[in-house]
């Protein structure tokens, strides 16, 4: 059985709130980015983090927005959109993560939704030495910038069918990632919408992020 810790992440004057499970023999630990007004609590994120905790792969899920922060964006969305500030903060949690007995010396992945994609992809480039894969689900790499070029890690995108136009943001995108160590990859989940609500598309995703996790995490 999985062991699912909550915990207290410091990072640059502020404290986040954060969920670490780990089970038995974790061969690889998966940081979550979560995007536009959303949170660890994602019901649709921790879906996947059970997925990947059933391949052996530990989890933390991490709020980017102390409490205070996530009750100003939910009546202004100010903070959600801030991406610089939301990678800055996963930064330091993969920092974190890298200090922890049990987890440091794991290989590490980040899986990002919505504008968490971008702050992971920025994340990854400025930690190159220690992010080893990125999954994306639904998200806007598009906010990652400049920072898409310089993207090390073998990056999965995955859309939805009925999502138009993050279909087409995640397709340009994929054209300024890196071809190396592996071209970026694109999977469309067939009657997916953007929030992957339709009956058996997230598990779909979920699949594809386990996948991907394992084959450049292993």
């Known amino acids: 059985m999985a062991l699912n810790t909550p915990v207290?992440?410091?990072?640059?004057?502020?404290?986040?709130?954060a969920d670490v499970t780990v089970p038995p023999d974790a061969r690889a630990v998966v940081v979550f980015a979560h995007g536009s007004g959303s949170s660890r609590l994602s019901p649709r994120n921790r879906t996947v983090a059970e997925r990947l905790t059933a391949d052996g792969l530990a989890?933390?899920?991490?709020?980017?927005?102390?409490?205070?922060?996530?009750?100003?964006?939910?009546?202004?969305?100010?903070?959600?959109?801030?991406?610089?500030?939301?990678?800055?903060?996963?930064?330091?949690?993969?920092?974190?993560?890298?200090?922890?007995?049990?987890?440091?010396?794991?290989p590490l992945g980040l899986f990002g939704a919505s504008t968490g994609a971008a702050a992971a992809l920025i994340t990854a480039a400025a930690r190159p030495d220690r992010v080893r894969a990125v999954v994306s689900r639904g998200g806007r790499p598009d906010l990652a910038g400049d920072g898409l070029p310089e993207v090390r890690a073998p990056v999965l995108l995955i859309v939805g069918e009925r999502?138009?136009?993050?279909?087409?943001?995640?397709?340009?995108?994929?054209?300024?990632l890196p071809a190396l160590p592996v071209p970026p990859v694109l999977r469309v989940v067939p009657g997916a919408t953007h929030l992957f609500v339709e009956p058996g598309t997230l598990e779909q995703a979920a699949a594809m992020a386990a996948d991907w996790f394992g084959t450049h995490l292993a």
């Open 59 to 106: 989890t933390v899920l991490t709020d980017l927005l102390t409490r205070e922060e996530a009750g100003v964006d939910a009546v202004t969305a100010e903070l959600r959109f801030d991406v610089s500030l939301l990678a800055g903060r996963l930064t330091e949690v993969v920092d974190w993560v890298g200090d922890q007995p049990g987890l440091g010396a794991l």
């Open 163 to 176: 999502d138009p136009q993050v279909r087409q943001l995640n397709a340009v995108a994929a054209t300024a």
């Open 8 to 17: 207290r992440v410091p990072a640059t004057g502020v404290v986040l709130d």
